[in-house]
């Protein structure tokens, strides 16, 4: 038998658990994690670069320098899975600022691009690999999916448990839940640290500004959500176990 205490606690954790999973899964499949504002089209030089900028990010080779470079000029948002840029509809790039309609253009990071070690310069693969930059940009790809990965086997074994009715995973489960919110948790500050990294070696365009965007601060809102879950869990194993082995006591007594 569970007291009603500990199964509000359960029914709570479950709902944190559930919304720390879908917050998460937003976030990654969104591409608002960093943002970039650029200054408007100006002059026809200036329409030609940034055309041919368009047409190599969507068409030419992927490159990182290339593509930063895209995003720092075309009001680019950057996620864990995608890099899209803001340019006019049907390419009208000649109409005044304030005709012109702008519409999204994004480009997914394959597998094999997530893999791909970043350079000391950008774009210059003679200047040798930045270990520190290529291991925070896999880390932010992978820390996601092993968060998931926790979620999903702790779900299975809670699942389980209730087909058993025993309450003895609920430590377990708990502990998973805290290992998914710090694999969270850690997925942002790599985000951080390596965006920090790359303006540092990539110097941003004049009157070009950079800012967070919702899809992190959801990711950074599911960390404490699975922590707090864990908190539960934890909370209602022990204070179970502690009951159960007080009430054998005063049966053996």
Known sequence: MVDN???TALVISCVLSALATVYLAVA????HWFQYSSPGVRGEANVSDLRSMHEEFKDGEFDEKMYSDTLFRLNGSLGLWWRCVLVP????WHKEPQDIKLVMECRSFTLAQQFT???KEPGNHNSGEDMLRTYLWRCQFLLPLVSHGLVVLSALIGCCACLCRSISPTLGLGVLHLLAGLCTLATVCCFLAGMDLLHRVSVLPDGVDGSLGWSLYLALISSPLHMMAAALLIWAARSHGQNYYRMMAYRVA
């Open 117 to 119: 070690p970043k350079y």
């Open 89 to 92: 509809e049907g390419a009208h």
């Open 5 to 7: 205490r500990y199964a």
């Open 28 to 31: 990654v499949g969104t591409q």
